[in-house]
């Protein structure tokens, strides 16, 4: 079946530094796409979504560029906190919405002092 | 609270035993998914309601596992003749309307010994 990946399952940054999270999709019916942040014990929370006729959508201190050309998705952090520590999930859906997501793996963030 | 409530947070059980997880959506929210997520992976979709609609069960891994949702609100997973590899966290979410950003629960954490 299709399958969201991520390059690299951790990723550790100092603090104030800006974080790049990268995730690799396969289905080319994708037409939805959503970054979590799921941190220990509690369940995954929203940080951005984008569609497919966006390459690029901004929220605060977040960034998600989408590229459909090579299946790329990333999420940009800036000036990352401690409070950024988490695992982060990309999660895509061919429905255009948030109807049956596939979600990657995870990569975890670790922010240094 | 406000948010999406799962009950219980933790389950042991005996491999053969029957469980039931339980989750109290957003009021108001007409969407309810349960996903699940086995230890260091990604969240794996199970089933999806939306309002008075037929469900969708295409990611229920076999026909041990089931779901209601009474009176459009509280949603009932169950699984019958537990097994060692059900073993994950149980992650109920809800959304307003069909395909918008999904708020989750915490989880229920369900051992099969």
């Known amino acids: 079946g299709e399958s969201v990946g991520l390059h690299l399952p951790t990723l550790s940054v100092q603090e104030g530094d800006n974080s790049i999270i990268n995730c690799a999709y396969s289905?080319?019916?994708?037409?939805?796409f959503i970054w979590y942040k799921q941190e220990s014990g509690k369940g995954p929370q929203f940080i951005i979504d984008?569609?497919?006729?966006?390459d690029k959508r901004q929220g605060q201190r977040v960034t998600v560029l989408l590229n459909k050309t090579v299946k790329h998705l990333s999420l940009q952090i800036a000036a990352t906190q401690p409070g950024d520590s988490a695992v982060y999930f990309c999660?895509?859906?061919?429905?255009?919405?948030?109807?049956?997501?596939?979600f990657g793996s995870g990569t975890q963030l670790t922010v240094l002092p | 609270g406000a948010g999406v409530s799962q009950s219980p947070s933790n389950k042991v059980t005996e491999k053969g035993k029957d469980v039931e997880l339980r989750c109290d959506p957003i009021s108001g929210h007409t969407a309810l998914y349960w996903y699940r997520q086995s230890l260091g992976q990604g969240l794996e979709f199970l089933i999806y309601f939306q309002g008075n609609s037929a469900p969708d069960k295409s990611g229920l891994p076999s026909d041990r596992f089931s779901a209601e949702r009474t009176g459009g609100s509280v949603s009932t997973l169950t699984i019958q003749r537990t097994q060692q590899e059900d073993s994950a966290v149980y992650l109920c979410?809800?959304?307003?309307?069909?395909?918008?950003?999904?708020?989750f629960g915490s989880g229920t954490q369900l051992s099969v010994l």
């Open positions: 979410a809800s959304s307003p309307i069909s395909g918008e950003k999904l708020f």
């Open positions: 999660a895509e859906s061919p429905y255009g919405s948030a109807r049956q997501l596939t």
């Open positions: 984008i569609r497919s006729n966006m």
């Open positions: 289905n080319s019916a994708s037409d939805y």
